[in-house]
């Protein structure tokens, strides 16, 4: 068990408190290489992304786990509410979002809930929260080695920040080569750790990641990316990689966790929309692909359509007119125009959204694949890059549909870590009961319900991973949970809902007005959590 005496607690505050303020002094500098390094302009639009994916999302996670841990020093007990704790989908549910009141004007009608593996108790809920605080445990302290991912650049640090502040594990960070450049940052940022020695930071290829791995003081691995890097990790390759699998030998022989992508389904409920609520649709599945050139996990990869739904080619027309609106993104991550060629040499007849600018790749989306086939590209690979396919099943009714979808989502695509599903609430309310049992039985760590999935990545207070079940062998969209800042256990999946159309337009919005503003405002609401903060965010998110 680690030590809680106030004495322990109080420094892992101040550990949090230090941090907060280092990231804050170094947010624009943080902001500046990373659009330096994707061809951003450091004051245009797209750079909010940077700042809301990188900065702010970290002092989020670091004001929660601060809460959390005093929380802990007032009481003695974990951060467990009963006015948390619901009854749905035949267990129960802790609805851990919305907690305060900026929670509610930010996303007003947006909640969050954590799903439990097994059905457990309330009183068992309680019991297995914050265990590396509270339970009997091993005195020494482990090291953890973290592959950082290269993508998104709040992704490394707050695995880190799982890794020492809810298990209790000192960080080795490896970088990615992709985004080396942020080392510095890393230090300042988390300076506090540094001088504890709690946390370091090594660059390198994969030969330098490969020793970190095997050196006998570290104890555990995590590591956001791709499934054939982690098998190589934990297997070996060629050969020896078969050797292995063949005796149950891994190579790699210490416990690693990992998040290692999806080709993420956005499922479209069949309904009768207004125009508007076409458009804003349209915005928000373009929204899901453009963001960070879709050099994410959670990007929209396949829309799950009905053939019957009178609106579909209407749909798919507004969707190809936003496409074509928005500017191709500099193609910054390795291997990204092979992998556009080779969905474009697939589906010769998609839509391309233009000419790009030297080194960015068109949008595209290619529409009407056939959901029998077995082994289809953009059902089996995540292209990461730029595109988007759309599949249309052949169920009318939206209660056959959602079954329909939910099986072909299950079985046909590739991965469990994030799903998409927009529902019309005439659907919802007609046909609630198949709209709860789709919510349980879609086997993913996240499902969003009219919003990006991305936003349960963010929330910080929603632990974020694929479903469970994966193995060494079969590791799919990786093993274990992150951003698990209440420090509950035993979770299956994070339901995240949103209305189907809000009042305030979302700030990842590709058409939001003032996104950089308020991407700003958030990142000093976040490091201050003051209440005139709050009235600029406000201000400024209705925009």
Same mark, same amino acid.
């Given at each position: ?87 749905? +989908? ?385 590791? +799919? ?67």
């Amino acid at each position: 068990m680690l030590e809680t005496s106030a004495k322990a607690l109080k420094q892992r505050i101040a550990w949090l408190k230090q941090m907060r303020r280092d990231t804050l002094q170094v947010a624009e500098e943080w902001v500046g290489v990373s659009c330096k390094a994707k061809k951003i302009a450091i004051d245009g639009k797209q750079a909010a992304e940077e700042w809301l994916a990188g900065p702010m999302s970290v002092m989020r996670h670091m004001r929660l786990l601060q809460e959390t841990l005093e929380h802990l020093l007032r009481t003695g007990e974990p951060q467990f509410y009963e006015r948390e704790i619901q009854t749905r +989908g035949g267990g129960v549910v802790a609805q851990v979002f919305p907690q305060r009141l900026a929670d509610k004007v930010l996303l007003f009608g947006f909640s969050a809930e954590i799903r439990f593996l097994e059905r457990p108790s309330v009183d068992e809920i309680r019991k297995q929260m914050a265990r590396v605080y509270l339970a009997e445990s091993e005195a020494k302290q482990k090291t953890c080695v973290v592959l950082g991912a290269g993508n998104v650049s709040s992704i490394g640090l707050q695995d880190v920040l799982n890794k020492v502040f809810s298990e209790n594990q000192s960080c080795v960070l490896k970088m990615n080569p992709v985004n080396e450049y942020l080392s510095e940052v890393y230090l300042k940022s988390f300076s506090a750790l540094v001088e504890e020695g709690m946390f370091q930071v090594v660059c390198g290829g994969a030969g330098v990641g490969e020793e970190w791995v095997q050196r006998v003081d570290v104890d555990a691995v995590h590591m956001t990316g791709s499934t054939s890097v982690h098998d190589a990790i934990v297997w070996g390759v060629d050969d020896e990689a078969v050797r292995n699998r063949e005796a149950g030998t891994p190579k790699l022989d210490k416990p690693i966790t990992s998040e290692l992508g999806c080709v993420t389904p956005i499922v479209v409920v069949p309904g009768e929309w207004s125009r508007q609520d076409l458009k804003h649709h349209a915005w928000n599945i373009a929204s899901m692909l453009v963001n960070n050139g879709s050099f994410n996990c959670n990007a929209a990869k396949v829309i799950v359509t009905s053939a019957y739904w009178n609106q579909r080619d209407e749909f798919l027309a507004y969707l190809r007119e936003i496409l074509h609106q928005i500017t191709p993104r500099y193609a910054y991550y390795p291997g990204a125009k092979e992998r556009h060629h080779e969905f474009c040499e697939a589906y010769p007849e998609a839509f391309v959204s233009g000419v790009a600018e030297e080194g960015a790749l068109p949008w595209v989306l290619a529409t009407g694949l056939d959901a029998s086939v077995t082994n289809e590209l953009a059902f089996s690979k995540e292209a990461w890059c730029g595109v988007l396919a759309e599949t249309a099943l052949p169920e009318s009714c939206p209660g056959e549909f959602l079954h329909a979808a939910k099986e072909f989502c299950n079985h046909k695509l590739f991965g469990t870590l994030s799903c998409g599903l927009i529902i019309h609430p005439k659907e919802r309310k007609a046909y609630g009961d198949a709209y709860e049992t789709v919510l349980s039985e879609l086997h993913y760590g996240t499902v969003a319900v009219n919003a990006w999935p991305a936003l349960v990545y963010a929330l910080g207070v929603t632990p974020w991973g694929a479903h469970p079940g994966h193995t060494l062998e079969d590791v +799919g969209s990786g093993i274990g949970f992150v951003h698990n800042t209440r420090m509950f256990e035993n979770i299956e999946k994070c339901v995240l809902e949103a209305p189907f159309r809000g009042w305030i337009r979302p700030p990842w919005f590709a058409n939001h007005r003032q996104p950089l503003r308020l991407a700003k405002a958030l990142t000093r609401y976040e490091a201050q959590s003051s209440f005139g903060g709050l009235g600029r965010v406000m201000l400024w998110g209705i925009f």
